[in-house]
Protein backbone atom coordinates (compact mmCIF):
# COMPACT_ATOMS: atom_id res chain seq x y z
CA UNK A 1 0.00 0.00 0.00
CA UNK A 2 1.15 3.41 -0.84
CA UNK A 3 2.70 5.71 1.91
CA UNK A 4 1.28 9.32 0.89
CA UNK A 5 -1.55 10.36 2.87
CA UNK A 6 -3.86 10.82 0.23
CA UNK A 7 -3.75 7.30 -0.81
CA UNK A 8 -4.21 6.16 2.90
CA UNK A 9 -7.99 5.03 3.57
CA UNK A 10 -9.76 7.06 6.05
CA UNK A 11 -12.81 4.74 6.22
CA UNK A 12 -12.50 0.88 6.44
CA UNK A 13 -15.20 -1.34 6.19
CA UNK A 14 -15.35 -4.57 6.80
CA UNK A 15 -17.78 -8.09 7.13
CA UNK A 16 -20.67 -4.97 7.45
CA UNK A 17 -24.20 -7.00 7.77
CA UNK A 18 -27.42 -5.38 8.31
CA UNK A 19 -30.79 -7.35 8.21
CA UNK A 20 -34.20 -6.58 8.57
CA UNK A 21 -36.90 -8.66 10.06
CA UNK A 22 -40.02 -8.17 7.82
CA UNK A 23 -43.17 -10.28 7.77
CA UNK A 24 -41.64 -12.37 4.82
CA UNK A 25 -38.61 -13.38 6.80
CA UNK A 26 -35.44 -11.57 6.96
CA UNK A 27 -34.55 -9.41 4.83
CA UNK A 28 -30.43 -9.55 4.21
CA UNK A 29 -29.94 -5.41 3.18
CA UNK A 30 -26.31 -5.44 3.80
CA UNK A 31 -24.53 -8.93 3.63
CA UNK A 32 -20.85 -9.18 4.62
CA UNK A 33 -19.43 -6.15 2.45
CA UNK A 34 -16.16 -4.99 3.22
CA UNK A 35 -14.13 -1.67 1.43
CA UNK A 36 -11.83 1.07 1.99
CA UNK A 37 -12.51 4.86 0.82
CA UNK A 38 -9.04 6.90 0.23
CA UNK A 39 -9.12 10.27 2.19
CA UNK A 40 -9.90 13.24 -0.14
CA UNK A 41 -11.28 10.74 -2.48
CA UNK A 42 -14.53 9.63 -3.67
CA UNK A 43 -15.38 5.99 -3.63
CA UNK A 44 -18.91 5.32 -5.98
CA UNK A 45 -21.21 2.80 -4.68
CA UNK A 46 -23.50 2.13 -7.41
CA UNK A 47 -26.59 -0.16 -8.15
CA UNK A 48 -30.27 -0.78 -8.51
CA UNK A 49 -32.85 0.33 -6.17
CA UNK A 50 -32.77 -2.05 -2.82
CA UNK A 51 -29.84 -3.01 -3.30
CA UNK A 52 -28.28 -2.42 0.08
CA UNK A 53 -26.12 1.09 -0.93
CA UNK A 54 -28.22 3.89 0.96
CA UNK A 55 -28.76 1.36 3.87
CA UNK A 56 -24.27 1.44 3.56
CA UNK A 57 -24.43 4.93 3.54
CA UNK A 58 -26.73 5.24 6.99
CA UNK A 59 -24.60 2.71 8.53
CA UNK A 60 -21.84 4.68 8.24
CA UNK A 61 -22.85 7.81 9.99
CA UNK A 62 -25.05 5.15 12.81
CA UNK A 63 -28.16 6.32 11.16
CA UNK A 64 -28.83 2.30 11.17
CA UNK A 65 -26.87 0.35 13.83
CA UNK A 66 -25.60 -2.24 12.25
CA UNK A 67 -25.76 -6.26 12.57
CA UNK A 68 -21.98 -7.10 12.29
CA UNK A 69 -19.33 -6.14 11.08
CA UNK A 70 -16.64 -3.22 11.39
CA UNK A 71 -16.67 0.54 10.38
CA UNK A 72 -13.32 2.35 11.71
CA UNK A 73 -13.35 5.88 10.80
CA UNK A 74 -9.55 7.81 11.13
CA UNK A 75 -8.73 5.15 13.90
CA UNK A 76 -12.19 5.49 15.78
CA UNK A 77 -14.53 1.87 15.85
CA UNK A 78 -18.02 4.12 14.61
CA UNK A 79 -19.86 0.73 15.40
CA UNK A 80 -18.96 0.91 19.49
CA UNK A 81 -18.33 4.80 19.43
CA UNK A 82 -19.94 5.72 23.06
CA UNK A 83 -22.10 8.85 22.90
CA UNK A 84 -19.31 11.17 23.49
CA UNK A 85 -17.10 9.76 20.33
CA UNK A 86 -20.16 10.04 18.34
CA UNK A 87 -20.62 13.61 19.02
CA UNK A 88 -17.27 13.99 17.98
CA UNK A 89 -17.68 11.86 14.89
CA UNK A 90 -20.56 13.47 13.59
CA UNK A 91 -18.97 16.54 13.08
CA UNK A 92 -16.61 15.32 10.80
CA UNK A 93 -18.89 12.71 9.34
CA UNK A 94 -22.33 14.20 7.53
CA UNK A 95 -24.30 12.99 5.00
CA UNK A 96 -26.26 14.62 1.82
CA UNK A 97 -29.79 13.09 0.90
CA UNK A 98 -31.34 12.37 -2.45
CA UNK A 99 -34.55 14.48 -2.10
CA UNK A 100 -33.60 17.90 -0.74
CA UNK A 101 -37.21 19.00 0.04
CA UNK A 102 -37.93 16.15 2.40
CA UNK A 103 -34.44 16.22 4.28
CA UNK A 104 -35.26 20.31 5.50
CA UNK A 105 -37.87 21.77 7.15
CA UNK A 106 -40.07 23.44 4.43
CA UNK A 107 -41.20 25.55 7.51
CA UNK A 108 -37.90 27.22 8.53
CA UNK A 109 -36.46 29.74 6.50
CA UNK A 110 -32.88 29.04 3.95
CA UNK A 111 -30.61 30.02 6.90
CA UNK A 112 -32.35 28.52 9.35
CA UNK A 113 -31.42 25.22 7.77
CA UNK A 114 -28.37 25.85 7.23
CA UNK A 115 -26.83 27.63 10.98
CA UNK A 116 -29.29 25.01 12.68
CA UNK A 117 -26.31 22.59 13.60
CA UNK A 118 -24.27 25.60 14.13
CA UNK A 119 -26.61 26.35 16.91
CA UNK A 120 -27.27 22.87 17.80
CA UNK A 121 -23.34 22.02 18.03
CA UNK A 122 -22.79 25.41 19.47
CA UNK A 123 -20.25 26.45 16.53
CA UNK A 124 -20.97 30.28 17.17
CA UNK A 125 -20.98 32.40 20.04
CA UNK A 126 -23.23 35.10 18.90
CA UNK A 127 -26.12 35.96 16.09
CA UNK A 128 -23.03 37.94 14.61
CA UNK A 129 -20.77 35.17 13.93
CA UNK A 130 -23.78 33.17 13.26
CA UNK A 131 -25.16 35.53 10.18
CA UNK A 132 -21.45 35.36 8.81
CA UNK A 133 -20.65 32.01 9.05
CA UNK A 134 -24.26 31.13 7.17
CA UNK A 135 -23.27 34.29 5.04
CA UNK A 136 -20.00 32.49 4.18
CA UNK A 137 -22.03 28.90 3.60
CA UNK A 138 -24.46 30.03 1.21
CA UNK A 139 -21.43 31.56 -0.83
CA UNK A 140 -19.78 28.52 -0.86
CA UNK A 141 -22.32 26.31 -2.58
CA UNK A 142 -23.53 29.36 -5.04
CA UNK A 143 -26.21 30.46 -2.79
CA UNK A 144 -27.23 34.42 -3.28
CA UNK A 145 -27.69 36.49 -0.54
CA UNK A 146 -31.24 37.53 -1.22
CA UNK A 147 -32.27 34.11 -0.40
CA UNK A 148 -31.32 34.43 2.97
CA UNK A 149 -35.03 34.96 4.40
CA UNK A 150 -36.27 32.80 1.00
CA UNK A 151 -38.22 29.78 2.14
CA UNK A 152 -37.43 26.11 0.76
CA UNK A 153 -40.70 26.03 -1.66
CA UNK A 154 -39.71 28.80 -3.12
CA UNK A 155 -36.80 27.62 -4.48
CA UNK A 156 -35.81 25.44 -7.68
CA UNK A 157 -34.45 21.60 -6.37
CA UNK A 158 -30.70 22.28 -7.62
CA UNK A 159 -30.97 25.46 -4.87
CA UNK A 160 -32.69 23.16 -2.24
CA UNK A 161 -29.96 20.39 -2.97
CA UNK A 162 -27.29 23.52 -2.11
CA UNK A 163 -29.40 24.15 0.68
CA UNK A 164 -28.83 20.49 2.14
CA UNK A 165 -24.99 20.71 1.25
CA UNK A 166 -24.08 24.13 2.98
CA UNK A 167 -26.03 22.53 5.63
CA UNK A 168 -23.65 19.12 5.42
CA UNK A 169 -20.91 21.57 5.26
CA UNK A 170 -21.94 23.19 8.54
CA UNK A 171 -19.77 21.62 11.44
CA UNK A 172 -16.53 21.91 8.58
CA UNK A 173 -16.70 17.90 8.38
CA UNK A 174 -14.38 15.67 6.57
CA UNK A 175 -16.09 12.90 5.24
CA UNK A 176 -19.54 13.17 3.55
CA UNK A 177 -22.05 10.28 2.50
CA UNK A 178 -23.73 11.28 -0.66
CA UNK A 179 -26.83 9.77 -1.34
CA UNK A 180 -28.12 9.79 -4.83
CA UNK A 181 -27.28 14.04 -4.35
CA UNK A 182 -28.47 14.47 -8.24
CA UNK A 183 -31.05 11.79 -9.20
CA UNK A 184 -33.93 14.00 -8.38
CA UNK A 185 -32.42 16.63 -10.56
CA UNK A 186 -32.87 18.18 -14.20
CA UNK A 187 -29.66 16.72 -16.60
CA UNK A 188 -28.08 20.44 -16.52
CA UNK A 189 -28.84 20.63 -12.76
CA UNK A 190 -27.17 17.61 -12.34
CA UNK A 191 -24.13 18.79 -13.82
CA UNK A 192 -24.16 21.90 -11.72
CA UNK A 193 -24.24 20.38 -8.52
CA UNK A 194 -21.71 17.49 -9.20
CA UNK A 195 -19.06 20.23 -10.66
CA UNK A 196 -19.92 21.74 -7.12
CA UNK A 197 -19.56 18.78 -5.42
CA UNK A 198 -15.91 18.34 -7.12
CA UNK A 199 -14.49 21.85 -6.18
CA UNK A 200 -15.71 21.61 -2.73
CA UNK A 201 -13.51 18.07 -2.55
CA UNK A 202 -10.61 20.17 -4.23
CA UNK A 203 -11.21 22.99 -2.21
CA UNK A 204 -12.14 21.48 1.39
CA UNK A 205 -10.15 18.39 1.14
CA UNK A 206 -13.32 16.20 1.74
CA UNK A 207 -13.76 12.51 1.22
CA UNK A 208 -16.86 11.40 -0.33
CA UNK A 209 -18.79 8.49 -0.94
CA UNK A 210 -20.84 9.08 -3.97
CA UNK A 211 -24.25 6.62 -4.16
CA UNK A 212 -26.02 5.96 -7.23
CA UNK A 213 -28.28 4.16 -8.86
CA UNK A 214 -26.78 5.37 -12.67
CA UNK A 215 -23.03 4.22 -13.42
CA UNK A 216 -22.54 7.36 -16.24
CA UNK A 217 -23.08 9.99 -13.00
CA UNK A 218 -20.60 8.49 -11.34
CA UNK A 219 -17.66 8.30 -14.00
CA UNK A 220 -16.51 11.88 -13.80
CA UNK A 221 -16.48 12.48 -9.79
CA UNK A 222 -15.54 9.21 -8.39
CA UNK A 223 -11.73 7.72 -8.10
CA UNK A 224 -12.91 3.85 -7.04
CA UNK A 225 -16.01 2.70 -7.84
CA UNK A 226 -17.91 -0.58 -5.72
CA UNK A 227 -20.60 -2.48 -7.39
CA UNK A 228 -23.70 -3.64 -5.62
CA UNK A 229 -25.89 -6.46 -6.29
CA UNK A 230 -28.60 -7.50 -3.63
CA UNK A 231 -26.86 -6.75 -0.68
CA UNK A 232 -23.38 -7.81 -2.04
CA UNK A 233 -20.30 -5.80 -3.79
CA UNK A 234 -19.38 -8.20 -7.11
CA UNK A 235 -16.94 -5.85 -8.44
CA UNK A 236 -14.62 -3.17 -7.16
CA UNK A 237 -11.86 -1.04 -8.99
CA UNK A 238 -10.36 2.44 -10.06
CA UNK A 239 -13.01 4.18 -12.00
CA UNK A 240 -10.97 4.33 -15.20
CA UNK A 241 -9.98 0.49 -15.27
CA UNK A 242 -13.93 -0.31 -14.61
CA UNK A 243 -15.41 1.94 -17.47
CA UNK A 244 -12.40 0.32 -19.53
CA UNK A 245 -13.09 -3.13 -18.90
CA UNK A 246 -15.88 -4.27 -16.95
CA UNK A 247 -15.37 -7.79 -15.70
CA UNK A 248 -18.26 -8.59 -13.57
CA UNK A 249 -21.84 -9.85 -16.02
CA UNK A 250 -23.49 -7.00 -13.95
CA UNK A 251 -20.93 -4.38 -14.45
CA UNK A 252 -20.64 -5.19 -18.19
CA UNK A 253 -24.80 -4.88 -18.40
CA UNK A 254 -24.47 -1.57 -16.86
CA UNK A 255 -21.70 -0.26 -18.32
CA UNK A 256 -23.50 -0.84 -21.73
CA UNK A 257 -26.54 1.02 -20.59
CA UNK A 258 -24.25 4.35 -20.82
CA UNK A 259 -25.09 6.00 -24.20
CA UNK A 260 -21.79 6.97 -26.54
CA UNK A 261 -21.11 10.41 -26.92
CA UNK A 262 -19.88 10.32 -30.49
CA UNK A 263 -21.99 10.63 -33.47
CA UNK A 264 -22.14 7.41 -35.02
CA UNK A 265 -20.26 5.12 -32.11
CA UNK A 266 -22.50 2.31 -31.26
CA UNK A 267 -22.37 0.22 -28.50
CA UNK A 268 -24.74 -3.01 -27.91
CA UNK A 269 -26.53 -3.10 -24.71
CA UNK A 270 -26.41 -5.88 -22.82
CA UNK A 271 -30.62 -6.69 -21.91
CA UNK A 272 -30.92 -8.75 -18.83
CA UNK A 273 -32.85 -11.63 -18.30
CA UNK A 274 -36.03 -11.72 -15.46
CA UNK A 275 -36.93 -9.97 -12.20
CA UNK A 276 -34.41 -8.97 -9.60
CA UNK A 277 -34.49 -12.23 -6.67
CA UNK A 278 -36.08 -11.20 -3.74
CA UNK A 279 -32.91 -9.99 -1.24
CA UNK A 280 -35.53 -11.92 1.77
CA UNK A 281 -33.94 -15.13 2.72
CA UNK A 282 -31.70 -15.21 -0.55
CA UNK A 283 -31.21 -19.19 -1.61
CA UNK A 284 -26.92 -19.78 -1.51
CA UNK A 285 -25.54 -19.31 -4.62
CA UNK A 286 -24.99 -16.63 -7.22
CA UNK A 287 -27.40 -13.89 -6.72
CA UNK A 288 -27.19 -12.63 -10.02
CA UNK A 289 -27.85 -15.99 -11.53
CA UNK A 290 -31.60 -15.74 -12.53
CA UNK A 291 -30.65 -12.69 -14.89
CA UNK A 292 -27.13 -13.95 -16.01
CA UNK A 293 -26.17 -14.83 -19.53
CA UNK A 294 -23.06 -16.85 -18.65
CA UNK A 295 -25.02 -18.82 -15.70
CA UNK A 296 -23.98 -22.69 -15.41
CA UNK A 297 -25.25 -25.23 -12.91
CA UNK A 298 -22.15 -24.24 -10.33
CA UNK A 299 -23.20 -20.71 -10.13
CA UNK A 300 -26.20 -22.06 -7.87
CA UNK A 301 -24.29 -24.45 -5.36
CA UNK A 302 -21.96 -21.70 -3.51
CA UNK A 303 -22.21 -17.50 -3.11
CA UNK A 304 -19.23 -16.16 -5.20
CA UNK A 305 -16.36 -14.65 -3.16
CA UNK A 306 -15.12 -11.45 -3.86
CA UNK A 307 -11.33 -12.12 -4.82
CA UNK A 308 -8.70 -10.48 -6.72
CA UNK A 309 -8.79 -11.54 -10.21
CA UNK A 310 -6.33 -9.27 -11.87
CA UNK A 311 -4.07 -6.59 -9.76
CA UNK A 312 -6.54 -4.08 -8.23
CA UNK A 313 -9.49 -5.67 -9.42
CA UNK A 314 -11.98 -7.34 -7.26
CA UNK A 315 -14.85 -9.51 -8.69
CA UNK A 316 -17.03 -11.87 -7.23
CA UNK A 317 -18.17 -14.34 -9.73
CA UNK A 318 -17.36 -18.14 -10.03
CA UNK A 319 -16.40 -17.58 -14.03
CA UNK A 320 -14.73 -14.21 -13.39
CA UNK A 321 -11.84 -15.21 -15.49
CA UNK A 322 -13.43 -15.98 -18.46
CA UNK A 323 -14.13 -11.94 -18.49
CA UNK A 324 -10.84 -10.57 -17.52
FE1 LIG B 1 -23.01 -15.20 -13.79
FE2 LIG B 1 -22.19 -17.41 -12.57
FE3 LIG B 1 -20.70 -15.23 -12.47
FE4 LIG B 1 -22.99 -15.32 -11.15
S1 LIG B 1 -21.20 -16.57 -10.75
S2 LIG B 1 -22.26 -13.64 -12.37
S3 LIG B 1 -24.24 -16.54 -12.51
S4 LIG B 1 -21.21 -16.42 -14.31
Do not use: W
Not at 164 to 185: H, M, N, T
Not at 210 to 234: A, C, E, P, R
Not at 265 to 278: C, D, H, P, Q, T
Amino acid sequence: MSNNPSELPILQVRNLKKYFHVSKGTLHAVDDISFDIRQGKTLGMVGESGCGKSTTGRLLVRLHESDSGSIRYDGIEVTRASSKEMKVLRTKMQMIFQDPYSSINPRHTVASIIGEPLKIYKKVRNMQEYEEKVHQLMETVGLADRLYDAYPHELDGGRRQRIGIARALALEPQFIVCDEPVSALDVSIQAQILNLLMDLQDKLKLTYLFITHDLSVVKHISDDIVIMYLGQIVEQANTEELFRHPIHPYSQALSSAIPVPRLNARKERIILKSEVVSPIDPKPGCRFAPRCNYAKPECGEADPVLREVMPGRLVACHRAEMFV
